[in-house]
């Protein structure tokens, strides 16, 4: 059972929603080590930093490919930090991080392609006896599906941008073309909204890897999308499920 504990003030951007699932389980897990995965865009690590400064983290790693000056520079106040200025689902980067208590995947499971987000999670499951999850999860049909077989006007139905946003539109122009900095086709990058991810796929996907829930909320309607809400999850490795690193 959750203790719930009142909250400092938070940094602009952050959410309450996500500063409020890094106290439940900081507090009720005494985690001490973390990795924020994709955890820069938009908010600058805010989430590790906050974690760093009200939690006494020990040992924290920060994952993402585009690593601002702000962060590098706010990094420096804090040697337990490690950056890691690459994309989290290159194979290697589980084992450079190693074990840690706790990793939060903030907003980040429905852009994973190649590796896909379940592929992801099966990387990290060895690392970690936590996962902090906090996604946009669809509510449109019973099964998850890849918002591009939905069709182009089906995909835009389903997306926060319009038809003429510049990054979408060229991901459309040159869809099986080679990104200058990826590494792969435009098609799979994960700048863009990829999946539409449902609760029971990820449920099951959990429950495979040995982790059963201990937290869940439905924080309602993602903006216009009537087919997205945003959802949180916490999950645990169950006793005696441990794979081999």
Partial sequence: MFNRTKRTR???????????LIDLVCQNYHVKSLADLGGIWGVNGGYTFYALKKHGIKRAFLVDTDVTEEVRLKAKRFPVLTIINENFGMKDIARRIGKVDAIILFDVLLHQVDPDWDTVLEM???FTDIFIIYNQQFIGSDKTVRLFDLGYEGFFQNVPRA?????YKEVFEKMYEMHPQHNRIWRDIHNIWQWGIVDDCLFAKMKELGFRLEYYRNFGQFYHLHNFENHAFVFKKTE????EL
Avoid: V
């Avoid at 038809?163 to 990054?167: A, E, Q, W, Y």
């Fill in 163 to 167: 038809k003429d946003d510049p990054l």
């Fill in 124 to 126: 990290y499951a060895p």
């Fill in 240 to 243: 005696g499920h441990y794979r």
């Fill in 10 to 20: 938070n940094a602009d951007k952050l959410k309450l929603d996500k500063l409020h």
